[in-house]
């Protein structure tokens, strides 16, 4: 499950504000990132194996990449940087020196010019693909032409996500479909949520933008700043499920209808259900199959629903998280 906000995790030692917990592919893993510039990572029974200093400022956010490419980790940062860690799996470095990590920092991305909000590896099918998105107002995506050279990223394409200043990309998620074109799902600072596509060309286009009709007028997704997006896994549906978790107390589920003719392109996004908090919605989080999705929010409480037989959404139980203060 990922962070629940401004509240202190009791795993291991952490002595500060924990922002993003992020497990592997397999889910034996887990690593976390905090305010006080450091990665910590821990098996699958909550004992730590590695904790290093990682960056020169508050880690927002981390994400594992496909086992198939190694254990790699990606780290954003309000230093403005992203960093490619490798974990040292060989005989020769299996074992490093006590005190040190078996993780090396294996290239520094500097490209932002604000602090980096978000970072998410790819589906594999795109091979080894990192986007992330800044304070700056833009998305970048990077890749690794060859895996096995994690030293040589080459920037692929950025879009500026609004010319409005005030407004900034805060999270994304990558489309995990198999058959849809290359395609991000993006949420602001000023609540709004838009899907961006990949075209020919390797040119980014707003494609769709995911809003609410009240009282004869068009709303933006969210009243506040989104915190997170979450696609669901691309698991046979005749559409799309899309979460995101705001500032504003709530967590919204939009669907996007496929044309059947060709399995490929969308209707129009539809808000499928609004499920309302009592604080401030930090993360949203679909299981493997998008059939539950979990909540983290800031009154300690992590929230699992289902979906129905009717595609509606029902709260399973509330799982109080033990907080320290």
């Known amino acids: 499950m990922a962070t629940l906000g401004k509240a202190r995790l009791q795993i291991g030692s952490t002595p500060d504000v924990i922002h993003d917990v992020c497990y592997d592919w397999y889910g034996r893993r887990m690593a976390t990132s905090s305010s006080d510039q450091s990665i ?10 590695s904790e290093w200093k990682a960056h020169a400022g508050s880690i927002w956010r981390l994400a594992w990449a496909h086992p198939e490419f190694g254990p790699i980790l990606a780290s954003c940062s309000f230093d403005r940087k992203i960093i490619v860690w490798e974990e040292r799996t060989d005989a020769a470095e299996a074992l490093p020196a006590p005190g040190r990590s078996a993780w090396r920092a294996r290239r520094e991305i500097a490209a932002a010019h604000d602090s980096v909000t978000a970072v998410q590896f790819a589906p594999r099918r795109w091979g080894l693909v990192l986007a992330s998105c800044s304070a700056d107002r833009y998305v970048r995506i ?9 030293t040589n990223w ?18 994304l998620a990558w489309n995990p479909s198999s058959v849809d074109a290359m395609s991000l799902v993006v949420g602001t600072t000023d609540g709004s949520v838009a899907i961006w596509v990949c ?3 390797g040119t980014w286009a707003r494609a769709h933008v995911l809003e609410t009709t009240a009282g004869g007028k068009v709303h933006a997704a969210h009243l506040d700043r989104v915190n997170d997006v979450s696609w669901a896994a691309d698991i046979g549906r005749s559409f799309h499920l899309v979460a995101s978790a705001s500032r504003d107390k709530s967590v919204k589920v939009w669907t996007i209808q496929r044309d059947l003719g060709d399995g490929v392109s969308w209707g129009a996004p539809e808000l499928s259900c609004e499920l309302p908090h009592h604080s401030q919605a930090w993360r949203a989080e679909w299981n493997a199959c998008g059939a539950m999705l979990a909540t983290s929010v800031d009154d ?9 037989a009717t595609d509606g959404w029902n709260l399973v139980r509330p799982v109080p998280v033990p907080l320290h203060q």
């Open 40 to 49: 910590r990572v821990y098996d699958e029974v909550g004992q730590k194996e």
């Open 142 to 150: 990077h890749e690794a032409p060859d895996p096995m050279d994690l």
């Open 154 to 171: 080459l920037p692929l394409a950025d879009f500026e996500v609004d010319a409005n200043r005030a407004n900034a990309p805060q999270c």
């Open 199 to 201: 075209g020919d060309g």
């Open 300 to 308: 300690g409480t992590i929230r699992l629903y289902r979906m129905d």
